[in-house]
T-cell receptor, first 113, second 116 residues
């Protein structure tokens, strides 16, 4: 089954404790991206990757890191999480770039206390 | 910079009513793509439609239709004879791909509540 998976689905952590949210797709897609969803703000793009070792900032990249060492994986790293990073995070992939339909993961609800 | 505005935060309708969700976009690029996604209460994001800037034909898919007007920079979504299962948050999105950058910008979403 074609899908995007994210882990964990729920995470409660404390300020400053480094964490990684994993994202994996099995569709051989070139483009992967991360979004955060906040009430009243919709979805905002954090980072995207157009292929292995090619990443670029979205609209809200501060406080986040990403890497794309393999085509299928695109982890999101919060080196020192803060309460304002409490949010619902979605990973997505598409065939080539943002012009194509995005396939979204199920989301990760992160709470930073 | 690109921007998507969904001015309607919440809409409530009674089943069988028609409802239109507005989407206004801003971009300086002449080539771009527009999307609509649905987020039902279960939380997943579901793709509904993609339109490129050179295709202004309206599209109909069952009870759903989309009206793309470049003159007003709008890409509105109409649900005919709404049903309770249409209750969801709907997002409009704009993609601009320059070859070296490929960003996707979403609007803030419109929550549609369909009641019996």
């Amino acid at each position: 089954e074609a899908q995007v998976t994210q882990n964990p689905r729920y995470l409660i952590t404390v300020t400053g404790k480094k964490l990684t949210v994993t994202c994996s797709q099995n569709m051989n897609h070139e483009y992967m991206s991360w979004y955060r969803q906040d009430p009243g703000l919709g979805l905002r793009q954090i980072y995207y990757s157009m292929n292995v070792e090619v990443t670029d900032k979205g609209d809200v990249p501060e406080g986040y890191k990403v890497s794309r060492k393999e085509k299928r994986n695109f982890p999101l790293i919060l080196e020192s999480p803060s309460p304002n990073q409490t949010s619902l995070y979605f990973c997505a992939s598409s065939y080539r770039d943002s012009r194509y339909e995005q396939y979204f993961g199920p989301g990760t609800r992160l709470t930073v206390t | 910079a690109q921007k998507v505005t969904q001015a309607q935060t919440e809409i409530s309708v009674v089943e069988k009513e028609d409802v239109t969700l507005d989407c206004v976009y801003e971009t300086r690029d002449t080539t771009y793509y527009l999307f609509w996604y649905k987020q039902p209460p279960s939380g997943e994001l579901v793709f509904l439609i993609r339109r490129n800037s050179f295709d202004e034909q309206n599209e109909i898919s069952g009870r759903y239709s989309w009206n793309f007007q470049k003159s007003t920079s709008s890409f509105n979504f109409t649900i005919t004879a709404s049903q309770v299962v249409d209750s969801a948050v709907y997002f409009c999105a704009l993609s601009v791909n320059t070859g070296t950058a490929s960003k996707l910008t979403f609007g803030t979403g419109t929550r549609l509540q369909v009641t019996l």
